[in-house]
């Protein structure tokens, strides 16, 4: 199964839209993980029509989205265990943190500060997207694609967008 995960999209916002790059790699995907911060429920239907979405809430989500989506979550893909969570908190002791409120996940999402993470901890994934339309002090604007057969058998793929 393909995985597309993005967080801290913000749409919509100005002129601001999705990469022509990150669409593809949506409508390629057989689900779409989103650590929060689509900021409306449109946003979230919108990705909907790419494949279906699980997703957390986020700090500028509206209250629509309060109503549809948890603050933290335990999604199982095929046999994977993948938790979300949108505010991981401070970087001190932040993957120690993410391991207590999740244990017996192989892989943990999480968003907010717009800077993309592909770490391992022990057996397990750290992993933030980043954000595919507000970059922020990351190098670039960003989202993660990952393949689920029974686990996360490789690093997720860090996809980056220049424009």
């Not at 239907?45 to 979550?73: C, K, M, S, T």
């Not at 993309?116 to 670039?140: C, H, K, M, Q, Y």
Request: aromatic share 4%; net charge neutral; glycine share 8%.
């Amino acid at each position: 199964m393909k995985l597309a995960i993005v967080a801290d999209t913000h749409l919509p916002r100005g002129a601001r839209r999705l990469p022509e790059e990150c669409m593809r790699r949506l409508a390629d995907a057989d689900l779409i993980l989103h650590g929060g911060d689509f900021s409306t429920v449109a946003v979230l239907r919108e990705l909907e029509r790419f494949a279906p979405v699980v997703g957390v809430l986020g700090n500028n989500d509206d209250a629509g989205l309060a109503e549809l989506l948890p603050q933290r979550r335990v999604v199982e893909v095929e046999g994977v265990r993948v938790g979300m969570v949108h505010d991981a908190g401070r970087r001190t002791g932040r993957n120690a943190r993410l391991l207590r409120l999740f244990p017996d996940c192989h892989a943990i999402v999480y968003a907010h500060s717009h800077i993309a993470e592909v770490t391992r901890e022990g057996d397990v994934w750290i992993l933030n997207p980043g954000s595919p339309t507000e970059r922020r002090r990351a190098p670039a604007r960003s989202m993660l694609q990952a393949v689920v057969a029974e686990s996360f058998p490789s690093r997720p793929e860090l996809v980056t967008f220049s424009s």
